[in-house]
């Protein structure tokens, strides 16, 4: 998988869910290939897309993106 389809994946995916998601449940929904983000893939996620992480009700981090206007 390419860094552009992964990005393309999250973003629909967080679009679709503006409470936000964990990694394991992008992972899941999306069948994702990874056991763990790439962190330089994140890291230009948060760039390019606005993500957000911000910790959940556990200690889960809870994936965000701004919705689009």
Same mark, same amino acid.
Do not use: H
């Given at each position: *998988?390419?860094?552009? +389809? ?5 973003? #629909?995916? @967080?679009?679709? #869910?503006?409470?936000? *998601?964990?990694?394991?449940? @992008?992972?899941?929904? @999306? ?11 994140? #890291?230009? @996620? ?10 959940? +009700? ?12």
């Amino acid at each position: *998988m390419r860094y552009i +389809e992964f990005r393309d994946q999250i973003q #629909n995916a @967080l679009l679709k #869910n503006p409470s936000g *998601m964990t990694w394991k449940e @992008l992972k899941q929904q @999306l069948d994702l290939p990874y056991d763990q983000p790439c962190q330089t893939w994140v #890291n230009r @996620l948060e760039s390019e897309i606005g993500l957000s992480r911000e910790r959940g +009700e556990q200690r889960a981090l809870v994936w965000k993106i701004p919705s689009k206007a």
